[in-house]
């Protein structure tokens, strides 16, 4: 049975009348949705699907008190004490310093401004969501200003919470929701040229540049691309090709104003070069990178990577089966001579720079780690725009029907994910609670994973009582020039020999840097003994000779807190 589309996507899908062609409005060719309209997918039933997938897995951050992304708790330690700066004469400001000229830190002064009126655990998880949320609108605004199959939108609900995210990378995160909208504004120039959307895509570019360097990049190759080759379509939209060089001029303009971001980005860089060299260089693995079949094959691992049951990666594929398909069906249309052309057919060019990014980038670049499995997300919403309608008028209904509840399923499983992460992590919360405010905390952890979530999202735990209890923490991220919050000179502690913020059993209770911390937060081991022989193996095994001399100050479960202070120290690094 053939199910009608909607009257929308009837009028979206139309041909040209003869007073649209050569010589009329670009935006009466190619049609734009209005401002108000970006948020919708031209029907109430997907759009309710759409935006209800992305509230269950938004709602996953507000169900657990530490959130399961491995640097977030830095970053947020980081915003609190750039709040404590803006506070004059604070103890703060003889250890750290503020630096706003940074393409690092976005994520900080709005967490930092947010936490002026709420606590700031619910100012950070509230950015992380907001990021979410517009990433969310504006994967939503392109599909609609590109007239792409609006249900196509809900394909990228899967890797809203990306690699990048439960890594903790808030600073890229946010910079990419920032992005995506300049891309919007710059297609919508494209096909209308405005003032204002001139301008609002030199503001968001120079905001985009402000969060995140690799988002800005990332944004420039993405609206390169798609610049020119909606020019050259929105000229066909109107029944005439346009001329190469009016492509060329148009395009472009386009992307001019984001020349600001891209100046910003290098100046910072010159600033900050000359500060620490090395920051910008690793040696050892520079340039290192898996082969080219592990990228293509291992792609739902290195785009997500979130549970350790694996079902983001199985619901990824399920997006990328949704296109494969319809490329199919599109191709064997063609060839038999079947296939009817579509009003606004699929962009291709952001999908082969971006994927082109994706697997020609290293894993390690400029000293930053991790890196190409970050343009996973970029290649997936190419993807997206280059995936053909279904050419069956059935096939296409029955996309209508399931694509959306794949956007709900993948929402739902983040919730179901990040209330068991809540549960496991209960009793690490409650063990910062009880430690008290305004002191310096290392954590020791023997395995900072949890069966939830994949990649030790506990690894910085000794940041979470800083942003909660306004103290000091060890290893902590101000080392970094490029973040807006660091240390002065000589103001944090000689950095250890041999650190243990991943290698519990490497503390050492006596040596320089960890007597800087005297409160210790601990994840035993799985087989510690439970009861008073607990606690006796536990002291032994962390404290060594100094077992009896510790003080505790809070159990819960699988996590201990003690006091050392009055340690002696041995005099080593």
């Known amino acids: 049975m053939t199910v009608p589309a909607p009257a929308v ?55 657990t008190q530490l959130l399961p992304c491995v640097d977030y708790p830095q970053h947020l330690a980081l915003s609190d004490v750039a709040r404590r700066l803006q506070v004059a004469n604070s103890p703060e400001h003889a250890e750290y310093e503020l630096n706003y000229f940074t393409y690092n830190g976005l994520f900080h002064i709005l967490v930092a401004r947010l936490a002026a009126f709420v606590p700031i655990e619910l100012a950070g998880r509230t950015v992380v969501a907001a990021s979410i949320v517009a990433t969310s609108a504006a ?20 890797i809203l919470f990306s690699y990048s995210l439960v890594w903790g990378f808030v600073n890229y995160v946010l910079a990419t929701a920032i992005a995506l909208w300049a891309l919007v504004f710059v297609a919508r120039f494209v096909v209308k040229p405005t003032v204002g959307a001139f301008m609002v895509i030199g503001a968001l570019g120079l905001l985009c540049a402000f969060a995140h360097v690799l988002a800005m990049l990332s944004l420039c190759l993405a609206a390169a691309a798609l610049a020119f080759e909606l020019s050259w379509r929105v000229g066909a939209a109107q029944g005439a090709r346009w001329p190469a060089l009016r492509v060329i001029v148009k395009a ?24 620490d060299p090395n920051m910008y260089r690793d040696p050892t693995m520079e340039g290192t990178a898996p082969p080219l079949w592990q990228k293509l094959v291992y792609f739902s691992a290195f785009a997500t990577n979130l549970y350790g049951d694996a079902t983001d990666q199985i619901l990824l594929w399920a997006d990328l089966l949704v296109m494969g398909i319809a490329a199919r ?16 057919p699929p962009i291709v060019l952001p999908f082969l720079a971006l994927t082109g990014a994706y697997f020609a980038t ?41 694509v959306p509840r794949l956007g709900v399923l993948a929402g739902a499983n983040a919730l179901v994910h990040c209330a068991v992460f809540a549960w496991e992590t209960h009793d690490a919360s409650a063990t910062i609670d009880d430690l008290p405010a305004g002191g310096a905390v ?38 970094y020039l490029s973040v807006p919050v660091r240390f002065k000179p000589l103001s944090q502690p000689a950095w250890p020999a041999r650190g243990w913020e991943f290698d519990g059993e490497a503390y050492a209770p006596r040596c320089k840097y960890a007597r800087a911390f005297p409160l210790v937060i601990i994840k035993a081991p799985d087989d510690l003994p439970r009861g008073d022989l607990g606690e006796k193996v536990l002291r032994t095994m962390v404290f060594r000779r100094d077992a009896p001399s510790v003080t505790l100050l809070s159990h819960h479960g699988a996590y201990w807190a003690f006091d050392t202070k009055g340690l002696p120290e041995d005099g080593t690094l």
Request: charged residues 20%; aromatic residues 12%.
């Open 252 to 275: 472009t303009l386009a992307l001019l104003p984001l020349l600001f971001g891209c100046g910003y980005c290098i100046a910072v860089y010159r600033q900050q070069y000359p500060w």
């Open 442 to 479: 290392t954590a020791v952890l023997w395995n900072p994973d949890t069966d939830s979530f994949r990649n030790g999202p506990l690894t910085h735990m000794a940041a979470y009582y800083a942003a909660r209890k306004h103290g000091q923490w060890a290893f902590a991220f101000a080392r």
């Open 329 to 344: 069906t599109a191709w064997t249309a063609r060839r038999a001579g079947t296939l009817r052309p579509e009003a606004s």
């Open 362 to 402: 290293p894993m390690v670049l400029v000293g930053t780690h991790l890196i190409f499995p970050r343009l996973a997300q970029w290649a997936l919403l190419g993807a997206i725009l280059a995936a053909p309608r279904y050419p069956a008028d059935e096939m296409m209904a029955r996309a209508r029907r399931w």
């Open 139 to 158: 994967v939503v605004a392109l599909v609609r200003t590109l007239r792409r199959p609006p249900e196509y939108a809900a394909l990228f609900t899967p």
């Open 9 to 63: 996507e009837q009028q979206t899908e139309r041909a040209p009348r003869p007073a649209e062609r050569s010589g009329a409005s670009p935006s009466r060719g190619w049609p734009l949705p209005r401002l108000t309209e970006l948020l919708s997918l031209g029907d109430v039933r997907l759009t309710r699907l759409y935006w209800a997938g992305v509230a269950l897995l938004v709602a996953g951050f507000f169900v």
